[in-house]
């Protein structure tokens, strides 16, 4: 049974980006349509990713500054689509709600819908878009 929101900590330490990434990574590793995608077509050697993950969140939440990586280079060569987006937010958002409450929870959320939302764009093939 989940937790009540009211007793839930809100992320804001270390240890919490920690709990949240590999929350949620152990939630897409089991899921049909984005485990094959980051273990079979990536082929993601996890001991590495996951710490650049604590780091991107730990930068983007927490203020650290300590990713310096280039995210869309690695992924635009991936058979992914706006399912596999919506997914990602999805399992990211389940896993915020079920683990944390409170303001820099929510901020997660939107900054997980504002990455998926880039990428999406920027990973869509140029004759989709639409001409303004």
Do not use: C
């Amino acid at each position: 049974m989940p937790t009540p929101a009211s007793t839930l900590p809100d992320i804001s330490t270390e240890a919490d980006i920690q709990a949240l990434v590999d929350r949620f990574y152990d939630k897409v590793n089991q899921d049909a349509l984005l485990g094959p995608v980051f273990n079979d077509v990536a082929a993601v050697h996890w001991p590495a990713h996951l710490p650049t993950m604590y780091d991107f969140w730990s930068s983007i939440l927490l203020g650290t500054a300590r990713y310096k990586g280039r995210p869309f280079p690695k992924h635009l060569v991936l058979p992914i689509e706006k399912p596999h987006f919506q997914r990602w937010l999805e399992l990211f958002y389940q896993t915020v709600q079920e683990n944390f409450a409170g303001p820099k929870a929510e901020e997660a959320k939107v900054k997980a819908l504002n990455i998926a939302t880039m990428f999406e764009y920027r990973m869509r093939p140029k004759s989709s878009l639409s001409i303004l």
